[in-house]
T-cell receptor, first 113, second 111 residues
C-alpha cells in the first residue's frame, strides 16, 4: 500500500548518543519534511527537502542532520542527543501543485535520558 | 520568519457551529491548509485554500483572505469525534515550499 512510514515508533536513548529516525514514502512525492511536536509549540519544522540531494533548514535545525540520497527516504539524525530533543517527531511528504496536501507518518516518540 | 496565530483552546456544544481563526505573517505565501490531529495520532489534512474565498468539504469549510492575512476553519453540526487539535499551516517560500504550522487549537465538543 502507498503511504509514509516512520521507524522506529518508539525510541529511548541516552544523552550523547547518535540516533537516526527513518522515513520512507511510496508516493514519489518531491517534498519531504521533518517536524518535532512539543506541548505548547505545535509542529515545528526541522528540515525539509525539495528533491533528492536538496535539503534546507527549517525553524529548529540545530543538533539535527538530514540526507536525501533517494526520493523515497529522508532520514533524520541526532548526532549527539540532548534531553531537549525529547519529543515526538513527524515526517511528512507532499507534492506542491496538488493542493499541497501533506501526508504524515505515525510519528516517532523519542525519549532521551 | 514565518508565524501563524490561532486560539489555543475552543469549546463548543455538540450539533453547534464553531469557527477557528488563523492569522499569518509569512513571506512568499502560497496558501493556507488545515489539519486535524487527535490525541496520540498524526496530523491529517482537511483542506487547502490557494485563492481567496470559501472551500467546502462536507461539514468543514475553510476561508482565506490574502489581503487580511487571515483564514478560518468552520466546523458545522459538531460531533463528539470532532474533539481534536486543529492546525493552520502556511505554504510559503521563494522557489521552494515550506509548510509551517501554527501552534494548534484544541477543540473540545461537549454534549
Amino acid at each position: 500500500d502507498a503511504g509514509i512510514t516512520q521507524s522506529p515508533r518508539y525510541k529511548i536513548t541516552e544523552t550523547g548518543r547518535q540516533v537516526t529516525l527513518m522515513c520512507h514514502q511510496t508516493w514519489s512525492h518531491s517534498y519531504m519534511f521533518w517536524y518535532r511536536q512539543d506541548l505548547g509549540h505545535g509542529l515545528r519544522l526541522i528540515y525539509y527537502s525539495a528533491a533528492a540531494d536538496i535539503t534546507d533548514k527549517g525553524e529548529v535545525p540545530d543538533g539535527y542532520v538530514v540526507s536525501r540520497s533517494k526520493t523515497e527516504n529522508f532520514p533524520l539524525t541526532l548526532e549527539s542527543a540532548t534531553r531537549s530533543q525529547t519529543s515526538v517527531y513527524f515526517c511528512a511528504s507532499s507534492e506542491p501543485g496538488q493542493g499541497t496536501e501533506g501526508h504524515f507518518g505515525d510519528g516517532t516518540r523519542l525519549s532521551i535520558l | 520568519g514565518q508565524s501563524l496565530e490561532q486560539p489555543s483552546e475552543v469549546t463548543a456544544v455538540e450539533g453547534a457551529i464553531v469557527q477557528i481563526n488563523c492569522t499569518y505573517q509569512t513571506s512568499g505565501f502560497y496558501g493556507l491548509s488545515w489539519y486535524q490531529q487527535h490525541d496520540g495520532g498524526a496530523p491529517t489534512f482537511l483542506s487547502y485554500n490557494g485563492l481567496d474565498g470559501l472551500e467546502e468539504t462536507g461539514r468543514f469549510s475553510s476561508f482565506l483572505s490574502r489581503s487580511d492575512s487571515y483564514g478560518y476553519l468552520l466546523l458545522q453540526e459538531l460531533q463528539m469525534k470532532d474533539s481534536a487539535s486543529y492546525f493552520c499551516a502556511a505554504t510559503s517560500g521563494a522557489g521552494s515550499y515550506q509548510l509551517t504550522f501554527g501552534k494548534g487549537t484544541k477543540l473540545s465538543v461537549i454534549p
